[in-house]
């Protein structure tokens, strides 16, 4: 039996609670008897409190009663955690209690509450996409990775936004009971399709601009309708009516990143959809990408994702209908 806690507040995030624990619940039903998981909520507080979404909630125990013996300590989401101040007691006792387990880390913007305890320095981590750029800014030693669903690095794991956190536990089932165990409890909780750490969480869409009419948002319509193109910066100033300084320093004000890494990650949404919805061939795609070459798609793929493109279509092309 494998005990996990998991820490929960005032305002936390419902699905990251209930998503992982009703993944581990769903193990037992496969694992027998003495060989699943032991889920324990520890509340930073006593007494039921409500959740971001209005849900009243209650620990089982407060942190000062924990007590030692976990083998997986996770620390839920909430949406006011990446603005909030640091907790001194919940900073103190997760600094404490990660010397007591083998294993610990964070579903989506608990990586806030991971990074206020010092834990996340010097090491890989992902949270929420639209959190991300503000946990790189606030805790500018850990190694953020923006695009990822979930990622190990050595003890801590993290995940990305909301439902990842299923994913993040289903990882965690099938590396303690097997990829066949994991899959069955993903049919019963109905998903679709197991996501790999490897699955990249952000589409270019996501990024887009407030206002649709923006010299910004003419330049991302502009990539995405002619991927295959090459994108200089003096082309897409051109397009934005712009200079080329005033064009950077307005890109990343509007879409928090370079109008280059914009490019990239544009070409990398385009490939990733090819590769999940046909069979043509790597330098095809990596042609119909704007890549140019199958080297270079699966230099950018590494580098995003962590996995090359062959890797990535094995484990995420959508079966012929």
């Known amino acids: 039996m494998r005990r996990v806690a998991i820490v929960i507040f005032p305002g936390v995030q419902a699905l990251d609670v209930a998503g992982p624990l009703d993944a581990f619940a769903e193990a037992n039903r496969f694992t027998g008897e003495g060989r699943g998981y032991d889920v324990t909520l520890l509340g930073t507080v006593a007494g039921p409190f409500r959740a971001s979404n209005g849900m009243l909630m209650s620990a089982d125990r407060i942190l000062s009663e924990a007590g030692d013996g976990h083998d997986l300590l996770l620390v839920a989401g909430g949406p006011h955690l990446p603005t909030a101040e640091r907790n001194p007691e919940l900073s103190d006792w997760l600094a404490d209690a990660v010397h007591h387990v083998p294993q610990y880390g964070s579903i989506c913007t608990g990586a806030f509450a991971l990074g206020h305890a010092g834990l996340l320095d010097g090491r890989q981590v992902t949270t929420h996409w639209q959190d991300a750029p503000a946990l790189a800014r606030r805790f500018p030693r850990a190694r953020v990775a923006f695009d990822r ?70 330049i991302q319509a502009h990539v995405m309708a002619h991927v295959m193109e090459d994108f200089p910066v003096a082309k897409l100033a051109e397009i934005a009516g712009m200079s080329v300084r005033n064009l950077a320093r307005h890109f990343v004000e509007q879409a928090d990143m370079t109008p280059a890494e914009f490019v990239e990650r544009a070409r990398l949404d385009t490939a990733r959809n090819l590769l999940e919805g046909s069979d043509l061939a790597l330098k095809v795609v990596a042609y119909r990408s704007g890549f140019g070459s199958a080297d270079r798609m699966r230099i950018v793929f590494t580098k995003r994702l962590g996995v090359t493109p062959g890797q990535y279509r094995a484990s995420f092309q959508r079966p012929a209908s």
Do not use: C, M, N, W
Request: avoid cysteine.
């Open 149 to 218: 669903i979930y990622l190990r690095d050595g003890p801590l794991v993290t995940s990305a936004g909301v439902t990842a956190g299923i994913d993040l536990a289903l990882a965690l089932v099938a590396e303690d009971h097997g990829a066949a165990l994991a899959l069955a409890v993903a049919k019963r909780l109905v998903v679709v399709a197991q996501r790999q750490g490897g699955q990249s969480q952000f589409s270019p869409f996501l990024a887009a601009p407030a206002d649709e009419t923006s010299p910004i948002a003419r």
